[in-house]
């Protein structure tokens, strides 16, 4: 399935090619037809399976095709609430990505800054409103904000709102809001409490729920190298060389990085190329058709440029450097393993990424097993360290499963086998 398929119109599908979306994953498949049939939704799912694309694209598409649009007169007719400013920034920007072709306006408020730019973003009019709660009763208190005109409610991660303490808060904005107007519902799980509430805002919802994207950690073969970081270049050619006859995606954590490991690779007579967002379109697209041929084996890849890289039969991610954003993890090793096949995933980490290792596993409710094999072992960084200070604080938008399998497994090379749940 295609976007086309989903009867996506013309500006928002060049929009999703320029962001290299092929293809809509399950929860777009689902949801987009029936908010486009104007029917409510009631979704549970969290966050890396695509949930922001399958309720932006629906909403944007509504808005540019409704034939009562003044556009000289803009009016506030969605409002997305969500509980922290991050997910609320990151929502903004897909509507702003995702809208680009269609002349439709977003804007984002949130508490903890002041509130002079969101007050003059508003009253230059916009369609499309991002909020956390907080800030939005604030504004709608003091008259800026009217919720009259709005057509189309979305209530993100419904769950985190109810742990935040949000409920009172949401229940003043649901009280301000127009009975006629469509509302989606989401939520990673589905506690009473949850069904409660999602049974006051929706009327009559379809149902639509996908497993979480962790789930794919458990088909691919995962193992993980304690190396100095100048020792990575020497195991990446290493590898490429004993392990690499297959289609292998490096992940680099920066473009600058990628660069650098692209040239590594070539004095090794390794040819490979790199994809990121400082190339062009055009060098992105033929680096990835000449990857997707098989014609170079190696591409290394920066997060945002491997967004919708779905080749056929990648038999190798590499993680060169370690993601900061556990979630990315899950997402880059969800490059190998697709549909059903299994995959190989090995990451590299040095002493400064142990704290990124440790929120990983945590995410995954596995402990990766550690290749103690290999010839460039280093005594002071093979063993990991018992505690580490965080280098960045990671991403209070993601939900965290605790782990369930802290078993210390080390394994010698064969992550095929070491993974309980990869039989192929
Ligand atoms: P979300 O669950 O909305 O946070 O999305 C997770 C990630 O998937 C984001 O980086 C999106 O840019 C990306 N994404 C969403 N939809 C697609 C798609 N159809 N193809 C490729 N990437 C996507």
């Known amino acids: 399935m295609n976007f086309e398929d989903l009867e996506i119109i013309e500006p928002i599908i060049k929009a999703l090619k320029l962001e290299g979306y092929t293809h809509p994953t399950p929860i777009q ?13 009631l979704g549970c799912a969290q966050t890396g399976t695509g949930k922001t694309a399958a309720f932006a694209i629906p909403i944007l598409q509504q808005i540019y095709l409704d034939p009562n649009k003044d556009k000289s007169h803009r009016k506030v007719r969605t409002l997305i ?35 002079g730019k969101q007050t003059q973003a508003l009253s230059r009019g916009v369609d499309v409103l991002v909020a956390t709660p907080g800030r939005l009763l604030d504004l709608m208190n003091q008259g800026f904000i009217s919720l009259k005109e709005i057509d189309f409610f979305v209530l993100d991660e419904a769950d985190r709102m109810l742990d935040m303490g949000f409920i009172h808060d949401i229940r003043k904005i649901l009280a301000k809001l127009p009975n006629k107007r469509q509302s989606l519902f989401f939520s990673a799980t589905m506690a009473p409490n949850i069904v409660a509430l999602s049974n006051k805002i929706l009327g009559n919802p379809q149902k639509v729920s996908v497993k979480p994207e962790q789930t794919t950690a458990e088909k691919v073969g995962q193992s993980i190298y304690f190396v100095a970081k100048k020792i990575k270049p020497s195991l990446l050619i290493h590898l490429l060389q004993s392990k690499g006859s297959g289609s292998t995606l490096v992940f680099s954590r920066t473009k600058h990085g990628a660069n650098k490991i692209v040239k590594l690779l070539a004095k090794a007579n390794i040819v490979a190329d790199a994809i990121h967002g400082n190339k062009s379109q055009v060098a992105r697209q033929k680096a990835l058709s000449n990857f997707k041929s098989g014609q170079i084996k190696v591409l290394v890849a920066t997060d945002i440029a491997a967004r919708g890289i779905d080749v056929d039969k990648l038999a190798m991610v590499i993680n060169y450097d370690l993601p900061n954003i556990p979630e990315t993890y899950v997402h880059r090793i969800g490059r190998t393993g697709r549909a059903s096949e299994s995959g190989i995933a090995v990451s590299f980490c040095d002493s400064e990424e142990r704290a990124y290792l440790k929120d990983i596993q945590k995410l995954i409710g596995q402990q990766i097993p550690v290749i103690e094999d290999h010839p460039f072992k280093d005594a002071h960084h093979s063993e990991p360290e018992k505690s580490s200070t965080k280098p960045q604080p990671s991403n209070p938008r993601h939900p965290r499963r605790n782990s369930n399998n802290n078993n210390g497994n080390k394994s010698r090379w064969n992550p095929r086998k070491s993974n309980p749940r990869s039989s192929r």
């Open 29 to 41: 498949q689902k949801s987009i037809p029936i908010l486009l049939h104007g029917r409510d939704l």
């Open 81 to 115: 609430i969500t509980p922290t400013r991050e997910l609320a920034i990151q929502i903004g920007e897909s509507f702003t990505t995702y809208g680009k072709f269609t002349g439709i306006k977003n804007t984002v408020i949130f508490g903890g800054v002041k509130q």
